[in-house]
């Protein structure tokens, strides 16, 4: 039996019994591909998302994994660094006078100075400014010299055993009137004081108590 004779045969719906049984065969192979198309669509369609889901989040776990991996694996290298910075730092801490050493400080850059061949015009060191666990000393100078006498006194600072950094530096001819041909250089002069911690403690408990 052929589509073409199953054309022709007077077929009831309702009574599907009575159909020859080459027309039952093709309805219930027709319904069977019906049910498993629907089983497909409604749960294997569903699992295979689950699943190409949990591919993705494998992938992430794994990348996750390997990071953490290397991490772990270089534990000892990190913990060996974060000793080395902490023992710079130290070192760098060392670097900034105490109060009691400011004024000894002050001394060695305005020596420095003199030795260097300058004449001090000004030497005005003015109100520090507290940072977080330290405070700038600014130091307001005007000398006269050449650039010989301004490198010799660069480098001298800068070689001193405490912090000391030129800023908002200028050159300038001004002793042409006075016959002077000397050169004068205006700059200030910044060191730095370790705030201690007692002191660092108690200025947070005076800011929080003027909030208040």
């Known amino acids: 039996m052929n589509l073409s004779d199953l054309n022709n045969l007077n077929l009831d719906p309702n009574n599907i ?10 309805v219930i192979l027709l319904l069977c591909i019906a049910i498993l198309f629907a089983g497909y669509y409604l749960d294997t369609s569903d699992q295979l998302l689950e699943l190409d889901t949990a591919k993705a989040k494998e992938q992430t776990l794994k990348q996750e994994f390997e990071t953490k991996q290397a991490k772990a694996a270089n534990l000892n290298a990190y913990k060996a660094q ?5 023992r710079s730092f130290g070192a760098l801490l060392q670097q900034l006078p105490g109060k009691t050493e400011v004024a000894d400080l002050l001394v060695d850059i305005s020596r420095v100075g003199i030795v260097s061949g300058l004449e001090f015009e000004l030497f005005k060191p003015e109100a520090e400014v507290p940072k977080e666990f330290y405070a700038e000393l600014p130091i307001k100078i005007r000398v006269k010299g050449d650039y010989h006498q301004f490198g010799n006194f660069a480098s ?11 800023h908002d530096l200028s050159i300038s001819s001004g002793g042409k009137k006075s016959g002077d041909d000397r050169l004068i250089m ?10 201690e911690k007692d002191n660092t403690a108690n200025k947070k408990r005076r800011k929080r108590r003027g909030k208040k």
């Open 17 to 26: 019994g009575s159909w020859p049984l080459a027309a039952r065969g093709i």
């Open 82 to 86: 974060m000793i080395e910075m902490q």
């Open 156 to 166: 001298g600072t800068a070689a001193l055993p405490r912090i000391v950094t030129l």
């Open 186 to 195: 205006e700059a200030t002069a910044k060191t730095y004081r370790y705030l």
